[in-house]
Every structure is written in structure tokens, then in C-alpha cells.
């Protein structure tokens, strides 16, 4: 396990500056409402206007449209995205795995059709993994696709799809052979582009939040037809290739940034009035644990940029960094003597509000904290993950 300390060099903090000045211009706090970090709202003009400054599909090879920057150069930009709670949710996904997926797997097809659009910040994808009955164990997973000419036919269930309805293409993991009793459940998978909205036979449907909030969909197939260039990769390696999409998954700013403008609101409104020792001895604590979770992110991009797979460590980083976000809505609340609403005056108690409705789902969301420890732990004995 490598957690080197690292820090930005002057070309990364010149970016972070840029990045800095381009919020402060367009979205000025009290213009907006914040989101909490990758959970924010989606906005289509505005993942078009971060592409035009070519700050989606940063590390995608400039010959599909991409610009060939570095894992840190992206940490960099989604660092103050999410800190300032910016509507980013069209392009994530597609820009933090999607399109490196296709980017390592997919055929030149593929890469021609879908990696200009994405590095455009023209093109959302969802995920496609959960089901029913397969979750946390996702190699279980049942929704098949069976030979057809020229293609597939699907028929299944996938479930806890974030953003669907809001997405235009996912990616599903799906099983296309049969699974026989006693054999490996993660061979016979494969990957599929799948587009949302034009497919037939493909129904969508909203799973509202507990605030009645629509985020997750479910997604029934029945006898979809998928034709053969949309499998990504080769058909039977799935797994393998799901494994590295989930690796892009864990580990950076988005797993440590969702309460961060939640506190930035506790700040602003306490400006001028005396804060009492219980904030400032919380506002001292949370920041040290966030620079400390930062650092190992941070180093943890620069893994990547020196051609590791750093999955033990982002596994780590995700379940240090959520299980800390966790504790600090915790405390937040623990701080506001009077009842939370969504419907109150203070934007701080709504934002905190917010946190305590969807804060359980972060430590869910890309693995649960049980499966990262025993993903790391494996890892660490040199046992496959
Ligand atoms: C906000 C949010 C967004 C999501 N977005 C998506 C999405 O876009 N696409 C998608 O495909 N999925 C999505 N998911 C689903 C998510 O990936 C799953 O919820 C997660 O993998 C857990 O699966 P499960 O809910 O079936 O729980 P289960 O797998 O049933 O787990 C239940 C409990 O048992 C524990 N457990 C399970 N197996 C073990 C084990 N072997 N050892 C120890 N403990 C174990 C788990 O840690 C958990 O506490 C999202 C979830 C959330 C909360």
C-alpha cells in the first residue's frame, strides 16, 4: 500500500486558480443553490460550458476529443466543483468512468461515437450495475442477454439507477451465459452500452427519495434488442472490466467533498456573530480530518498517474472519507438547537437538512463500508478482489 505525500505543483495551482475564477463568475454564492458535492443538480448548459474549457474528459486522448491531462489536473477542477456545490451531475459519471471504460475497452466505433460527446459535456451516462437481488454481491447479478442475430436480447431488472431519467445512455453489466450450478459466477458477464431512452422494450421508472426527490429509477428490459457494437470489450470479460470501471469510482474528491458546503454555509451565516466554543472546536476538528482525507486522495490521483491501479487504496480513502462524512452531519445536528426543515429560513439548515435525508446513502453508494474493508483486505494478502 502506497500513500506518498504529495502536493500541487505551480501548472496545478495556476488551474485551480482558473477554476476558482470561473466559479466566482458564474456562480457567485446566493446565485445558486449548492448541491451536495456529486449529488447536485443537473445542468446540461453548464457541463457544456466546464467542457468548453475543456475541463470534462480532462485525461481522455485528445484524438477522441479529450485533452490528455492528468488524474491530479482532474482532481483539481472536481475539487472545486464539488467544493462549491456546482451543478455537475450531467457529465459525471461519464466523466469520471464512462468514458474511460470505453476509452480502455471499447472498439474504435464506440470510442468515434461516444468520447467526443462526452469530452462536449453532450452526453450523460448512468450506471447500470444493482439489481433486485445484487448489490453489494454484483457477480450474482441474474438480468441476462441472450444470442440473437446480429445482437442480444435483454430481459431483467436494474435498480438504484441515479440520474436515468435525467442521462441519456448507461452501461449495464449483464449475463450472457448461463450461470451453472457450482460454476464461477464472474465469467459468462459482459458489458453493454445501452441507450435509455430509445430502446424499446426498455421502461424506466422513478424510486422516489425519502423527501420524495427523484434520483434512483428502476430499469426493466423485456426482450430489448442490443445490437452486437454496443458490447463494450470482449463478450464473457465483464467482470474484469466492471472491476476497473469501479475503481475510477472510489477514492476521489466526491467521496469526502458532499458536506463540505454544507459547512462553508455554517461559516458564511456565522459571519460577524460570535461563534461559541462547541462550533469552533468542530470547525477545528473537521478541518484537519479533511485535509488529512484530501492529502490521501490526493495522493492517491497521483497513483494513478504513475501507472498504478491504486484499488486498495481508494477502497480505503472512500471508507475513511464517507464514515467521516457520516460523523459530521452527526455533529452538525447535534449543533442546531431547533428542529431541521427543508423548509427553513436558513440555507445552512436546509443544506443540513438535505445531508441527513441522503447523508446514509454516501458510505452505500459505490460499495458499502463492510465491502471496501474486505475489498482492502483481500488486496493487502494478495487475494483476488
Ligand atoms: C445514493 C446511491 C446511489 C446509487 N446509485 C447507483 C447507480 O447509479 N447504479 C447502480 O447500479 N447502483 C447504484 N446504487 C446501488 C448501490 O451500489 C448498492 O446499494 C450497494 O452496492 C449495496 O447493495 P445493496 O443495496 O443490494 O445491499 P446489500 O448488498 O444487500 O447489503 C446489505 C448490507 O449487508 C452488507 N454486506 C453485504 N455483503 C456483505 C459481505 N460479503 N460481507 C460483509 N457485509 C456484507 C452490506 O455492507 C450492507 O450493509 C446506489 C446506491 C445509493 C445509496
Known amino acids: 500500500m502506497r500513500f506518498t505525500p504529495t502536493e500541487l505543483t505551480d501548472d496545478e495551482l495556476a488551474l485551480q486558480s482558473d477554476v476558482r475564477d ?23 448548459a453548464f457541463s457544456k460550458k466546464m467542457a468548453d474549457r475543456g475541463w470534462v474528459g480532462m485525461s481522455l486522448p485528445k484524438e477522441w476529443g479529450g485533452h490528455d491531462r492528468t488524474a491530479v489536473d482532474r482532481f483539481v477542477v472536481v475539487e472545486e466543483m464539488l467544493r462549491w456545490g456546482a451543478p455537475v451531475a450531467y457529465h459525471w459519471v ?29 452526453l450523460g451516462f448512468s450506471i447500470g450495475m444493482s439489481e433486485p437481488d445484487s448489490g453489494s454481491d454484483l457477480a450474482s447479478v441474474t438480468t441476462r442477454a441472450e ?20 442521462n441519456d445512455w448507461f452501461i449495464c453489466l449483464l449475463r450472457t451465459q448461463p450461470l451453472e450450478s457450482g460454476g464461477n459466477k464472474r465469467e459468462g458477464l459482459s458489458q453493454f452500452l445501452i441507450d435509455i431512452h430509445d430502446t424499446p422494450g426498455l421502461e424506466l421508472g422513478p424510486i422516489p427519495f425519502l423527501n420524495g426527490e427523484h434520483h434512483f429509477n428502476e430499469v426493466s428490459f423485456t426482450d430489448v434488442f442490443v445490437p452486437d457494437e454496443n458490447v463494450v470489450g470482449v463478450p464473457g470479460m465483464g467482470w474484469n472490466q466492471n472491476t476497473t470501471e469501479m475503481a475510477y469510482e472510489r477514492g476521489g474528491p466526491d467521496r469526502w467533498l458532499s458536506v463540505f458546503s454544507t459547512v462553508e454555509q455554517l461559516l458564511r451565516e456565522a459571519e460577524g456573530t460570535a461563534m461559541g466554543e462547541r462550533t469552533i472546536e468542530l470547525l477545528g476538528e473537521l478541518a484537519a480530518r479533511w485535509w488529512g482525507i484530501r492529502n490521501l486522495s490526493l495522493s492517491v490521483a497521483r497513483l494513478i498517474d504513475s501507472g498504478h491501479a491504486p484499488s486498495i487504496e ?22 442546531v438547537d431547533t428542529e431541521l426543515s427543508l423548509e427553513s429560513e436558513s440555507l445552512f439548515e436546509q443544506l443540513l437538512s438535505q445531508c441527513v435525508l441522503t447523508g446514509p446513502g454516501n458510505t452505500i453508494r459505490g460499495g458499502t463500508i463492510e465491502i471496501l474493508r474486505s475489498v482492502a483486505s483481500k488486496g493487502l494478502q494478495g487475494l483476488p478482489v
Open 22 to 44: 470561473f466559479l466566482a463568475a458564474e456562480l457567485p454564492p446566493g446565485s445558486y443553490m449548492p448541491g451536495l458535492g456529486m449529488s447536485a443538480a443537473s445542468d446540461r
Open 94 to 122: 461519464a466523466d469520471r468512468q464512462t468514458g474511460n471504460i470505453i476509452n480502455k475497452f471499447g472498439s474504435d466505433e464506440q470510442k468515434t461515437r461516444f468520447l467526443p460527446k462526452i469530452c462536449a459535456g453532450e
Open 147 to 166: 444470442r440473437d442475430q446480429g445482437g442480444w436480447i435483454v430481459n431483467g431488472t436494474k435498480i438504484w439507477t441515479s440520474n436515468a431519467h435525467q
Open 314 to 335: 481508494s477502497s480505503l480513502v472512500k471508507e475513511m472519507a464517507t464514515r467521516f462524512e457520516l460523523e459530521t452531519i452527526e455533529k452538525l445536528v447535534e449543533l
